[in-house]
C-alpha cells in the first residue's frame, strides 16, 4: 500500500492545470504522495533535473501525447534527435517513451492516424524503430469521433515492449467505445473496447484464429509489414468484402421501359378522351 501511495505513479507535464487535475484525481483514489512535476520532458533540462526518470526508469507508460501546439525545437534533447530529427512532437514523444522505459517495460500509446502511416523520413524511421529495435505488439484504430468535442483527428493505439523482437502485429479496428461519435458523447450500448481486451488475451494465449482479415481483429506478419515500408495502418491490411450485384441484362431493361412507355400513352389516351 505504501509503494502505491508514494511510490507508483510518476508524471510530468508544463501544463499547470493539468499537474492540479492530475493531482486531485490521484488524491481522490487515494494516492496522497504521487511523484508529478511541471517539466517539458522533451526538453534538454529535463535529463538535468530528473536523471533517473528520463531513461530506463518505468516498466510501464501510459501517454496521450499533444499532437500539436508549439516546440521549442531548439531546445528539444539532442538524444531524442538523433533517432527521429522532425518537429513533430507525437513522434519525439514515442522515442522519449522508449528511451523512459527500462528494458521489457511496455507502454499503451495514443496516436493520430498519420504516424502510422506518414511517408516522411521521420515516420517511416520511428516506424522502423518501433519493430525491428523492439517489440511492437498492437495497433488498435480508433474511430474519429473519440476526442470530441475537442476534436475529430482520428487516432489509434499503438502497444509496445522496449527491447524484443517483432514477429507478428494484432490489429482491431474498434467502431464503438461506449459512446456516441457526436459532440454529446453520451453513453451507448455498442462497445468494441471489452472485446479488444478478450481477443488480445485469445491471441496472447494462443486461442483463436486471426489470419481472416475481413474481421475486426486481424495478425499481420513483420515481414509484410516491412515490405511495405512498415504501413501500420489499419486499411493497408483489412480486407473489406464486396457483396456481388446482380442486374439484369440490358435488353431486359429495355423490354421493360418500352412496356412502361406504353402503358403512359395509353394512359394519357383515356385522359385525353375525358376531355
Known amino acids: 500500500r505504501e509503494h ?42 529535463f535529463t538535468d533535473k530528473y536523471p533517473e526518470s528520463a531513461e530506463g526508469s518505468f516498466d510501464l507508460i501510459l501517454a496521450n501525447p499533444p499532437f500539436k501546439g508549439s516546440l521549442d525545437f531548439e531546445d528539444v534533447h539532442a538524444g ?7 518537429k513533430k512532437t507525437e513522434l ?18 495514443i496516436v493520430p492516424d498519420g504516424v502510422l502511416f506518414g511517408s516522411s523520413k ?17 495497433v488498435i484504430s480508433l474511430p474519429s469521433g473519440v476526442f470530441k468535442p475537442y476534436a475529430g483527428v ?16 494484432f490489429f482491431y479496428d474498434v467502431a464503438d467505445d461506449g459512446f456516441s461519435l457526436d459532440d454529446k458523447r453520451q453513453k451507448i450500448e455498442a462497445d468494441d473496447l471489452p472485446i479488444v481486451v478478450e481477443m488480445w488475451r485469445g491471441w496472447k494465449s ?18 509484410e509489414i516491412r515490405a511495405k515500408n512498415f504501413d501500420l495502418s489499419l486499411n493497408r ?31 394519357m389516351d383515356d385522359l385525353e378522351a375525358m376531355l
Do not use: C, W
Not at 482520428?154 to 502485429?169: E, P
Open 4 to 45: 502505491i501511495r508514494a511510490s507508483m505513479f510518476h508524471g510530468f507535464d508544463f501544463d499547470v492545470t493539468m499537474l492540479r487535475i492530475a493531482a486531485m484525481n490521484l488524491l481522490l483514489h487515494g494516492v496522497d504522495a504521487p511523484d508529478i512535476h511541471y517539466q517539458d520532458t522533451l526538453s534538454a533540462s
Open 80 to 86: 531524442l534527435l538523433r533517432k527521429v530529427k522532425t
Open 92 to 109: 519525439l514523444f514515442l522515442v522519449l517513451i522508449l528511451r523512459m522505459l527500462r528494458m521489457g517495460g511496455r507502454s499503451a500509446t
Open 122 to 138: 521521420a515516420h517511416v524511421a520511428l516506424r522502423q524503430m518501433l519493430v525491428d529495435e523492439n517489440q511492437l505488439e498492437a
Open 154 to 169: 482520428s487516432t489509434g493505439i499503438l502497444v509496445f515492449s522496449k527491447g524484443g523482437r517483432t514477429d507478428n502485429v
Open 206 to 223: 494462443g486461442e483463436g484464429e486471426f489470419s481472416d482479415r475481413t474481421k475486426k481483429a486481424f495478425v499481420i506478419p513483420v515481414a
Open 237 to 267: 491490411y483489412k480486407v473489406t468484402e464486396q457483396n456481388a450485384i446482380v442486374f439484369d441484362a440490358p435488353i431486359i431493361v429495355l423490354k421493360r421501359m418500352r412496356a412502361l412507355d406504353t402503358e403512359i400513352r395509353r394512359n
